[in-house]
């Protein structure tokens, strides 16, 4: 088994420090949730991954703020 841990009234888990530090899950660390065969899977999102997301949002942003 891992660990256990309580979803608060806000929808939010708190992941217990050990497991944080075992997988280098700083505040901040952007991550990933998908759902596999009924079973929550949180990933960290790799450094790839966190550049193509913040690329997209600037191209977002950007076209956002052009907009009629």
């Known amino acids: 088994m891992g660990w256990i841990a ?3 009234g ?11 530090n075992k997988l280098g ?9 998908e759902v596999n065969d009924g ?3 949180v990933s960290k999102l790799s450094q790839e ?3 193509s997301k913040a690329q997209a949002e600037d191209k977002l ?8």
């Not at 806000?10 to 944080?20: A, H, M, T, V």
């Not at 899950?25 to 949730?33: A, I, P, S």
């Not at 942003?61 to 009629?68: D, T, Y």
């Open 39 to 41: 079973m929550l899977v």
């Open 49 to 51: 991954q966190s550049k």
């Open 6 to 8: 309580r979803v608060n």
């Open 61 to 68: 942003r950007s076209f956002l703020s052009s907009s009629p």
């Open 10 to 20: 806000k929808g939010r888990i708190s992941i217990p420090r050990d497991l944080r």
């Open 25 to 33: 899950l700083e505040k901040g660390t952007l991550v990933v949730l």
